[in-house]
């Protein structure tokens, strides 16, 4: 399968841990992003990368979370000190730009849950 | 800045009948649309794209939408409903090249489709 993976799918942990999800795009992609979506909600956009470089982040995203793209290859994003605010799906997608109109790829999904 | 508001929170079509999901969209450049669908518990698959070509954009499955800039609408359509289509789908703008959300992705709310047999 040469799509978007992510590891774990889901992820349980308890108030004020922290926790690391991973992403690995298509191969030959060049940027990279992270979303998060809750309940009943569209994705949000939370950061993306060019290559390994980290070129935008949402505002949504606090000083506890941290995203790395070490080798313009895989991606992780890390929550430290979680909060019951954070229990979401975290989505990665990937695709090349430019051009700017191409679609992005979506892997399934991390889902948190804060206890 | 672009935004995209979906005007139906959820939608309820009988089997074989047709669908219409209905998107409205705000951008500063020239934008691309998709439409997205989300089945439980999983990521996005993507339906069909509109990148300035043909203003009516076939998609997988038999979908297809219109781009109407007149009426900055983008709404998806589908003359016969199927039970595998109950999902949430979700309509998304990226901005063209020049603009600040160049690339970038702003989704809608979602509609939840549900195919009653």
């Known amino acids: 399968d040469t799509g978007v993976s992510q590891n774990p799918r889901h992820k349980i942990t308890k108030r004020g841990q922290n926790v690391t999800f991973r992403c690995d795009p298509i191969s030959e992609h060049n940027r990279l992003y992270w979303y998060r979506q809750t309940l009943g909600q569209g994705p949000e956009f939370l950061t993306y990368?060019?290559?390994?470089?980290?070129?935008?982040k949402s505002r949504l995203l606090s000083d506890r979370f941290s995203a790395e793209r070490p080798k313009g290859s895989f991606s992780t994003l890390e929550i430290q000190r979680t909060e019951q605010g954070d229990s979401a799906m975290y989505l990665c997608?990937?695709?090349?730009?430019?051009?700017?109109?191409?679609?992005?790829?979506f892997g399934d999904g991390t889902r948190l849950s804060i206890l | 800045a672009q935004s995209v508001t979906q005007l139906d929170s959820h939608v309820s079509v009988s089997e074989g009948t047709p669908v219409l999901l209905r998107c409205n969209y705000s951008s500063s450049y020239s934008p691309s649309l998709f439409w997205y669908v989300q089945h439980p518990n999983k990521g996005l698959q993507l339906l069909l794209k509109?990148?300035?070509?043909?203003?009516l954009v076939k998609g997988i499955n038999g979908f297809e939408a219109e781009f109407k800039k007149s009426e900055t609408s983008f709404h998806l359509t589908k003359p016969s409903a199927h039970m595998s289509d109950a999902a949430e789908y979700f309509c998304v703008v990226s901005g063209g090249a020049g603009g600040t959300s160049y690339g970038k992705l702003t989704f809608g709310q979602g509609t939840i489709l549900t195919v009653h047999p």
């Open positions: 509109y990148t300035s070509a043909a203003t």
């Open positions: 997608a990937s695709t090349i730009i430019p051009p700017g109109n191409q679609p992005q790829h």
């Open positions: 990368f060019q290559n390994e470089a980290q070129l935008e």
